[in-house]
Structures are given as C-alpha cells and as structure tokens.
C-alpha cells in the first residue's frame, strides 16, 4: 500500500530533551516536506526537500533542523524543543509538481 | 513573495444547498494550485488541483475548482453539499518553477447542517 508513515503518532516531552520525528515514503517521491498545523494558522511548511541530499527551508524553520540521507526517509529534528514548538506536524511526499501525499501526523506536546 | 488568502474561516450550510470556499493567492511566478480536505482527526487529502491547461477543474466528491489568473483565485464549489463534507477544507500554491515551497491557507471550516 502505498503511505506516508510517521512516528511515533503521539509525543509529550519536556523543554531541551532532543527528540526526532521520522517519516517514510514508499513511493519513490522526490519531493518531502515537513509541516506544522496549529489553530487558525492552517499549515506552514518547515523544511522541504527537493531530493537526497537537497533540503532547503519553509516558512518556519527556527529550532528544526532535517536531513535527507535516502530517498524515503525525512526525519525531523528538534535539538532543543520549547513549548512554543506544541503543534501538529505533518510529512509530505510528492512527485514534482503533484499532489502531496500526507503522512497521519505527529502530535507533539513540549511542556 | 506567495500568500494564499482563505476568505472564510467557517462556513455553515444547509444539506443540498450550494457551496463555495474562497481562495485568493498572490504570487510572482507561475504556480500549481491545490484543494485537500482534512476530516477529524485524519490527515489532508487532495481534492482537486490545478497544473495548467483548462482553468475548471474537477475534483472528487463532485467539488469542482475555477482557476482565475486575472483575480488570481481559485475558489472551489460543490452544488449539493452532504453532512459527510463536514471538514477543513484548505487552498494550497506551490511555486510552478524552482523550489516549490508550498504555502497554504489558514482553512474553512465547512459545517453541513441537516
């Protein structure tokens, strides 16, 4: 079956403790991208990443850092979360130009 | 610099009644236009978009999309809405050449009511 997968699905941490987000592709995409999703903001890009190797920044890439060292996988780093970095955060995967696949989402609480 | 404008926040309608959720986009270069709907508590999932070529677009469960260059819109409509459309419904642009950074909307909150 083609799918985005993340995990883990739900995280609760505390400030500073460095945590990684994964997420997998199967479908041969190029294209990956992380996103936030918090209320009446819709989703912001963070990272995206145009192959392996090839990453560039979103809208909010302050206190993410990422990495596209195979094809399918695109993890997400927090090096030291802060509550302000509490939200929904959803993986993406596409061919050029397509539709975005999206992963179930991660919800992330940083207290 | 893109921005997408989603006019609407919420918007409430009856069963069977009409419908259209607003997008206005600003953007310096070419792009790609996207609708995707997000149910509770799931993920987004594409409705329709638009790449190039002919500027109406059909997407699935019977929205459609106009693309308007010189307003620079893209709203999208459904003729009979269900309470299974009941979601989030967000506008999307990615830039058609380059990096394709994506931005989206903040979403409309479609609620059908019986």
């Known amino acids: 079956e083609a799918q985005v997968t993340q995990n883990p699905r739900y995280l609760i941490t505390v400030t500073g403790k460095k945590l990684t987000v994964t997420c997998s592709q199967n479908?041969?995409?190029?294209?990956m991208s992380w996103y936030r999703q918090d209320p009446g903001l819709g989703l912001r890009q963070i990272y995206y990443s145009m192959n392996v190797e090839v990453t560039d920044k979103g809208d909010v890439p302050e206190g993410y850092k990422v990495s596209r060292k195979e094809k399918r996988n695109f993890p997400l780093i927090l090096e030291s979360p802060s509550p302000n970095q509490t939200s929904l955060y959803f993986c993406?995967?596409?061919?050029?130009?397509?539709?975005?696949?999206f992963g179930p989402g991660t919800r992330l609480t940083v207290l | 610099a893109q921005s997408v404008t989603q006019l609407d926040s919420q918007v409430p309608v009856f069963e069977e009644a009409p419908v259209e959720l607003r997008c206005n986009y600003s953007?310096?270069?070419?792009?790609?236009l996207f609708w995707y709907v997000q149910y509770p508590n799931q993920g987004l999932q594409l409705l329709l978009k638009?790449?190039?070529?002919?500027?109406l677009v059909k997407g699935i469960n019977g929205f459609e999309a106009e693309f308007n260059k010189s307003q620079t819109s893209f709203h999208l409509r459904k003729p009979s809405v269900h309470i299974s459309d009941t979601a989030e419904y967000f506008c999307a642009v990615s830039e058609g050449t380059g990096g394709f950074k994506t931005i989206f909307g903040a979403g409309t909150r479609l609620f059908v009511k019986a």
């Open positions: 638009y790449l190039s070529g002919s500027t």
């Open positions: 479908m041969n995409h190029e294209y």
């Open positions: 953007s310096s270069v070419s792009v790609y």
């Open positions: 993406a995967s596409s061919f050029y130009g397509g539709e975005q696949f």
